[in-house]
Structure formats: structure tokens, C-alpha cells
């Protein structure tokens, strides 16, 4: 199974703030990677998917990158609405899809 | 597309957990339809999946207990976990891809939360 890490696991940021949560994967996974956002009580939000392409309708703010077993998530300049919990999600192969552990987004 | 889960809040342990998760605004024709769960206060975990025909890929964790089927003149999606236990516990949600895509996410239900306790 792909084990996926990300770091770290709560990141306090201002508004404004450049930020960036890291996602590493325990085995090479190409880019075969997908990014959301999830607020209490919600259900996770689609950010970014093949590990750079940004969701339609997602702010251009939000941007990722990486491929094989490292990859970054960047919010280049965060607005109130962005805190919240992200989660990056594997999906190579055809058996197993597995998430992070997620990052929480807190604001200083 | 809106996504719509239902079922008992409440299960007792060894039983049978049953959701249905209602497709409106769309056809879960030609579509991938995946369960995730996320325990209280934790993560996501990845269930499965089926295809419209039937063609189902299970968490091999799961794969034991679990069975995702799906029923398109009710345009529904359902999922079954037998022999349940407080570590089932968790937020149920339904998910799909409007592209056809059986990887990522982009159309969630709300999730619905059930309870394993006796």
C-alpha cells in the first residue's frame, strides 16, 4: 500500500501569508495526485488533481506541484476562507486509494 | 449532480451497516461512485468504488466485509459493511467525479454520520 505523509500537521499563517504543506508519498506514484480542502462538518472540496491542475472554479491563488514521491500544495496569498483542513489523496494503481493524514490550517 | 446519503444512524455491533447514497441532476450511468468514511476527529479512508455496471474495487482492509453495488433504475448507489464494530464509527460520504474520472472528487453528498454502539 502507498502510505502518504504530510507535514505539517498544523501550520498557523496570517492572512496574506505564502504557505505550503508538503505531502510525500511512500512510493513512487507519478502524478497521480489530488489536493482538497475540507471545513468542519463539510465534506472535502476538490482543489487541485494530477498533482499541478488547478479544479475549475477554484481560486488561481491555490497551486500544486511535485511528482513521484514529493509533492506541494501553495496558497500564495491566504484569505480568511482558506482555513481549514487539507488533504492530499493517491491514486495509483487500481486497488487502494489513500489520503494523508491532513494539515490543519490555523490562523496566528 | 447532487449527491444524497441516507441510512440508520445507529448500528449495533456484529450487524449489517446499510447507506444508500441518491444521485439527482444526473445519471449514475457511465460514472465511478466511491464511498470514503473519516472516523470522529481523524482522517479520510478510502472504501471503494463501483462502476454503473457493477464493477466494484474495495479497500483491501475492507474488502472482507464491504460490498458497493449499484441500481440505475433507482439511480442509486448503496453500500454494505457486515459484522460491524465500534471502529466503524465514522462520517459516511458518497462521492463521484463529473468528468467520469475514477480517481478524484469533485461532487461530494453532505456525509452522514453512523454510530456503531450497542
Known amino acids: 500500500d502507498v502510505q502518504m505523509t504530510q507535514s505539517p500537521s498544523t501550520l498557523s499563517a496570517s492572512v496574506g501569508d505564502r504557505v505550503t504543506v508538503t505531502c510525500r508519498a511512500s512510493?513512487?506514484?507519478?502524478?497521480?495526485l489530488a489536493w482538497y480542502q475540507q471545513k468542519p462538518g463539510k465534506a472535502p472540496k476538490l482543489l487541485i488533481y494530477?498533482?499541478?491542475n488547478l479544479q475549475s472554479g477554484v481560486p488561481s491563488r491555490f497551486s500544486g506541484s511535485g511528482s513521484g514521491t514529493e509533492f506541494t500544495l501553495t496558497i500564495s496569498s491566504l484569505q480568511p476562507d482558506d482555513f481549514a483542513t487539507y488533504y492530499c489523496q493517491q491514486y495509483h494503481g487500481y486497488s487502494l486509494y489513500t489520503f494523508g493524514q491532513g494539515t490543519k490550517l490555523e490562523i496566528k | 449532480v447532487q449527491l444524497q446519503a441516507s441510512g440508520p444512524g445507529l448500528v449495533k455491533p456484529s450487524e449489517t451497516l446499510s447507506l444508500t447514497c441518491t444521485v439527482s441532476g444526473g445519471s449514475i450511468s457511465h460514472y465511478y461512485w466511491t464511498w470514503i468514511r473519516q472516523s470522529p476527529g481523524k482522517g479520510l479512508e478510502w472504501i471503494g468504488y463501483v462502476y454503473y455496471s457493477g464493477v466494484a474495487n474495495y479497500n483491501p482492509s475492507l474488502s472482507s466485509r464491504v460490498t458497493i453495488s449499484a441500481d440505475t433504475s433507482k439511480n442509486q448507489v448503496s453500500l454494505k459493511l457486515t459484522s460491524v464494530t465500534a471502529a466503524d464509527t465514522a462520517v459516511y460520504f458518497c462521492a463521484t467525479s463529473s468528468v467520469g474520472s475514477n480517481y478524484y472528487y469533485d461532487s461530494w453528498g453532505q456525509g452522514t454520520l453512523v454510530t456503531v454502539s450497542s
Open positions: 494530477d498533482a499541478s
Open positions: 512510493q513512487t506514484i507519478g502524478t497521480w
